[in-house]
T-cell receptor, first 114, second 110 residues
């Protein structure tokens, strides 16, 4: 299994541009998550999904959109990039989402908005 | 979810045990203690979790005090590859959310 994969690894955007961060998992996990990590800080939850067609907001959803049309894929969309969105973005997945469930993380996408 | 307190950094000699403390004095009865680590620039990696009893797996041991207000993650024989930020997270059994603090930067010295 490849686990959780993310593309691209790095990206530089200009203010106002849009882009989609891709996330795919091959573990047949129901739950998927998007986090962002600012320098020197812990991860913060942006959005999550409990299954295809179902998404919900996390702690810091403003400026982002998500969709979940398949079990495997959970793309994160930035519509109007702002410098405050410069961060490292991590996608994760877990099987059930329950209290003892383990989340598996991808390698991250490093985004810079100039 | 209960908040946790960890020292910002620790050093450990290679080959020695690394003991990483975590305080979670407001933990409630249905909340688990989780440990993840993040090696530089990589995604976080699950290490271990526990509720009341001490736990051990191939990576580490987790010691939880009887009152559950604190815990210690033990890496029995630290290597240079264990240099990472270690996050202690308290998580309700009813939620799928992980709330990350700033963790402890463990530096394993040769």
């Amino acid at each position: 299994n490849a686990g959780v994969t993310q593309t691209p690894k790095f990206r530089i955007l200009k203010i106002g541009q849009s882009m989609t961060l891709q996330c795919t998992q091959d573990m047949n996990h129901n739950y998927m998550y998007w986090y962002r990590q600012d320098p020197g800080m812990g991860l913060k939850l942006i959005y999550y999904s409990v299954g295809a067609g179902i998404t919900d907001k996390g702690e810091v959803p403003n400026g982002y959109n998500v969709s979940r049309s398949t079990t495997e894929d959970f793309p994160l969309r930035l519509e109007l990039a702002a410098p405050s969105q410069t961060s490292v973005y991590f996608c994760a997945s877990s099987f059930t989402g329950g209290g003892t469930d383990t989340q598996y993380f991808g390698p991250g996408t490093r985004l810079t908005v100039l | 979810d209960a908040k946790t307190t960890q020292p910002p950094s620790m050093d450990c000699a290679e080959g020695r045990a690394a003991n990483l403390p975590c305080n979670h004095s407001t933990i409630s009865g249905n909340e688990y203690v989780y440990w993840y680590r993040q090696i530089h620039s990589q995604g976080p990696q699950y290490i271990i979790h526990g509720l009341k009893n001490n736990e051990t797996n191939e990576m580490a041991s987790l010691i939880i005090t009887e009152d559950r207000k604190s815990s210690t993650l033990i890496l029995p024989h630290a290597t240079l590859r264990d240099t990472a930020v270690y996050y202690c997270i308290v998580r309700s059994g009813a939620t799928n959310k992980l709330i990350f603090g700033t963790g402890t930067l463990l530096a394993v010295q040769p």
